[in-house]
T-cell receptor
């Protein structure tokens, strides 16, 4: 089992560019999450999904969009990147009412 | 709203015990978790405690839960250099929502 994987691991964007971060899990988890981690801020939930075809906003959704077309994949999109979106992005997945399993993270820098 | 608080830094000498504390506000917690994040990596579940338990021990780790005071602690006995990491406290409530603390960075002194 690969667990939770994220691609890419690193990315540098210019302001205004767009990109998509991919999260994949092979544990048949219903729930999937996208977080960002910034120094001194801990983890902040961007968007989450409780099942295929469903998405919901988290704590800091502005500037991001998500899609969950397949149960095993959860995509995070930045349509027009801003320097404030420089962060480390973590994907996680879980069964309902159970602990979350995290991916290794994507380090994004927006210049 | 619900909140989970923990101190940001802790320094401990190698071989001593580390105690990382956490307080939470949610009165409908079902599980409380401790996650460990090593440099450049994602969070990994370290241990957890069910909300109707007071204590859980797992090798060098002891979790204490005081439900009345909504206080959770993680004790690491005989702290080693490999324990250097950020430790996150997290609370799962009845709505399946997990709230994370900001993380405590554990620094090991030689």
């Amino acid at each position: 089992n690969a667990g939770v994987t994220q691609t890419p691991k690193f990315r540098v964007l210019k302001t205004g560019q767009s990109m998509t971060l991919l999260c994949a899990q092979d544990m048949n988890h219903e729930y999937m999450y996208w977080y960002r981690q910034d120094p001194g801020m801990g983890l902040r939930l961007i968007h989450y999904s409780v099942g295929e075809g469903t998405t919901a906003k988290g704590e800091v959704p502005d500037g991001y969009n998500v899609s969950r077309l397949k149960k095993q994949n959860f995509l995070l999109g930045l349509e027009s990147a801003a320097p404030s979106q420089t962060s480390v992005y973590f994907c996680a997945s879980s069964y309902p009412g159970s602990e979350q399993f995290f991916g290794p993270g994507t380090r994004l820098t927006v210049l | 709203g619900e909140d989970v608080e923990q101190s940001l830094f802790l320094s401990v000498r190698e071989g001593d015990s580390s105690v990382i504390n956490c307080t939470y506000t949610d009165s409908s917690s079902t599980y409380l978790y401790w996650y460990k994040q090593e440099p450049g990596a994602g969070l990994q579940l370290l241990t957890y405690i069910f909300s109707n338990m007071d204590m859980k021990q797992d090798q060098r780790l002891t979790v204490l839960l005081n439900k009345k005071d909504k206080h959770l602690s993680l004790r690491i006995a005989d702290t080693q250099t490999g324990d250097s990491a950020i430790y996150f406290c997290a609370d799962l409530n009845r709505d399946d929502k997990i709230i994370f603390g900001k993380g405590t960075r554990l620094h090991i002194l030689p």
